[in-house]
């Protein structure tokens, strides 16, 4: 079975820094999506970034960019430019590529500080 | 666009009773997965429903069941609820077949469900 895991229950960072959440997972699959998901105060889990794990480059939307290193089934997020409506709980998580397996598997969370 | 809507936004029950809790997917959407979310904990995954038929099952025992209507939108029931139920419940809505078009699982702001 995989497993994800979020070894920074909490972390803050400065408005206008840079700060960088740390996931693992585990898996016996070669194929397979991993997502960031962030999870503010209203409860709704919104996507922040997405990354397929047979494409090398790193994905990147706006201000959020990951690390992705396969073979050492890592997956960090970095924040750049740092603003206060980015405090929320940020999971990873992790999906299968396997066809009729569309369930994620998510990390127990980090959150996130952002200090004016 | 109104998303995905849950309802009731939050519930009080009794050890033993029986609850329902319904979803409605965004618009377009075919397919209903749900999530329990204890406090503290990353959203794991219970089950999917498409075409008014369990898809996938997470490991949950069969206290838990759901239906999904012809609309799309559907129910999770729990029987003989216990203290550990007690959990935001996450309903997330898709497209069939979606991520291999790059199309996003959208989620719900969930029901906070208190077993008392």
């Known amino acids: 079975a995989q497993t994800v895991t979020q070894s920074q229950p909490e972390m803050s960072v400065q408005e206008a820094e840079t700060v960088t959440l740390s996931c693992t997972y585990d898996?016996?699959?070669?194929?397979?999506?991993l997502f960031w998901y962030k999870q503010p105060p209203s409860r709704q889990m919104i996507l922040v970034i997405r990354?397929?794990?047979?494409?090398?480059q790193n994905a990147t939307e706006n201000r959020f960019s990951v690390n992705f290193q396969k073979a050492a089934k890592s997956f960090s997020l970095k924040i750049s430019d740092s603003q206060l409506g980015d405090a929320a709980m940020y999971f990873c998580a992790y999906r299968s590529a396997r066809g009729g397996s569309e369930k994620l598997v998510f990390g127990k969370g980090t959150k996130l500080t952002v200090n004016p | 666009d109104a998303g995905v809507t849950q309802s009731p936004t939050h519930l009080i029950k009794t050890r033993g009773q029986q609850v329902t809790l319904r979803c409605s997917p965004k618009?377009?959407?075919?397919?209903v997965s749900w999530y329990q979310q204890a406090l503290g904990q990353g959203p794991q995954f219970i089950f999917q429903y498409y075409e008014e038929e369990e898809r996938q099952r997470g490991n949950f025992p069969d206290r838990f069941s759901g239906h999904q209507f012809p609309n799309y939108s559907s129910e999770l029931n729990v029987n003989a609820l216990l203290l550990g139920d007690s959990a935001l419940y996450l309903c997330a809505s898709s497209l069939v077949g979606g991520y291999s078009t790059n199309e996003k699982l959208f989620f719900g702001s969930g029901t906070q469900l208190s077993v008392l």
């Open positions: 618009s377009g959407h075919d397919t």
């Open positions: 898996t016996s699959e070669s194929d397979y999506y």
């Open positions: 990354q397929e794990a047979y494409k090398q």
